[in-house]
């Protein structure tokens, strides 16, 4: 199928028992691969601030760098829908920016939907989002933009009070109409739970094997990126050890001056250059 996939599409697929894939991506030739490979959603998602800008924080990164990279996105993905995360700037700080910045994925990026993580006032900005007619992905869990307010990078409701809290934050974005929540960092039952009693799929990121579909960061199941691994990632490739074969190669070639060869270089007349000489 190569008709890009709508909201609708995505939702039926729960209805259906069908998985949904998403990964995430930030540049064009990246994102032309996904889509190849029949991702159904690409996420150019905040983890560009760890991923590819060296940053330490994905508060960090701000509209102007998801624009850049979600315009590139954007130029390479036919068939997947496509959905921006909206950084901590777009709307942590000033939610009454947030339908503007939402806005701006949708037209100057061409985004499909945006993500948006939970906050206090989630609930009023993925409502105003959507009333202004932009599809929203919630985020709940362990929400990086916020993690310090979590006690950090760990795992969330792991006792029923927490766990509670997760669930109700799933239920109210649903009701304010997103059309898809993202689980993080939560234990596999409480994901299966929130997955049975959402009609919204759910998308998990170490969040077990229940959820409707499942997110990974592309740069870490590639190999790309190795700063810090979380234990739900899996490393399905190994480009940094092609990547450093091939360079390798490359600098050993052209140091012995055997790159370029002639196969590689363009040749001129013998008489053009002849009379260049003789000038
Ligand atoms: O920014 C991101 O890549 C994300 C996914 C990991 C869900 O939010």
Redo the contacts with the bound molecule.
């Keep these: 199928m190569n008709e890009r996939l709508t909201v609708r599409q995505i939702q039926e697929k729960k209805r259906r028992k069908e998985k949904i894939v998403v990964l ?1 991506a930030y540049d064009y030739p990246l994102a032309s691969l996904l889509d190849r490979c029949a991702v159904d959603i690409i ?1 150019v ?3 560009l601030a760890n991923v590819v800008l060296g940053l330490d924080s ?1 508060t960090q990164v701000g509209m102007t760098e998801m624009l850049h990279h979600a315009k590139a996105v954007r130029r390479a993905v036919r068939r997947a829908l496509l959905v921006g ?1 909206m950084p901590f700037e777009a709307y942590q700080k000033s939610p009454e920016k947030s339908v503007e910045n939402a806005r701006r994925f949708v037209e100057e990026a061409g985004c499909d939907a945006v ?1 948006l993580e939970w906050f206090a006032r989630c609930p009023q900005v993925a409502r105003d989002i959507i009333r202004a007619g932009i599809p929203v992905m919630g ?1 709940v869990g362990l929400t ?1 933009q916020t993690a310090e307010q979590l006690g950090g990078f760990k795992t969330q409701g792991k006792d029923a009070g927490s766990a509670r809290k997760i669930l109700q934050n799933a239920l109210t974005l649903q009701k304010q109409g997103c059309f898809s929540v ?1 689980l ?1 960092c939560i234990p596999t039952p409480l994901a299966a739970m929130i997955t049975q009693r959402l009609s919204v799929p759910t998308i998990g ?1 170490g969040a077990g094997a229940g959820c409707d579909g499942q ?1 990974l ?1 592309t740069y870490d199941l590639l190999g790309l990126f190795d700063r810090f691994t979380p234990k739900f990632v899996k490393r399905y490739a190994r480009l940094d050890k092609a990547i450093l074969d091939g360079v390798g190669r490359f600098c050993a070639d052209v140091r012995k001056g055997k790159f370029p060869d002639e196969q590689h270089s363009y040749a001129m007349a013998p008489e053009e250059f002849k009379k260049l000489k003789g000038k």
């Design positions: 995430t996420l998602g905040d983890s994905t995360d993500k985020h990086p993202v993080e990121i997110v960061v």
